[in-house]
């Protein structure tokens, strides 16, 4: 994808797609199901916002609130998104590298 820096993140989140989530969840080898997209959506919402990845804790917290999320936790979060959740979450909905990502 021409969009993406060499670091594997978009170089601008508004030109991501929703089919280039699906090509990026591929390549770790995540299909993406109805929680991935709450949470996908959670985080770009927030990003749209505060022009931030939200903090572990944050984005916790907006899974608790959202409907239909009943298991809100760091180890849920981990199943969905393998590694390092919040690094391939980002990649995943065309976000920049969050600051806690080295």
């Known amino acids: 994808m021409d969009q993406l820096g060499h670091d594997g993140y978009f170089r601008n989140w508004r030109t991501w797609e929703p089919e280039d989530a699906h090509a990026i969840a591929e390549s770790w080898g995540i299909l993406l199901g109805n929680e991935h997209w709450q949470v996908i959506n959670?985080?770009?919402?927030?990003?749209?916002s505060y022009r931030l990845f939200p903090p572990n804790r944050v984005l916790i917290n907006l899974m608790s609130k959202e409907k239909g999320l009943e298991k809100a936790n760091s180890i849920y979060l981990m199943q969905?998104?393998?590694?390092?959740?919040?690094?391939?979450?980002?990649?995943?909905a065309g976000l920049p590298k969050p600051a806690d990502c080295d």
């Open 42 to 48: 959670i985080v770009r919402d927030y990003y749209k």
């Open 80 to 92: 969905l998104f393998s590694g390092t959740p919040s690094r391939v979450l980002a990649q995943i």
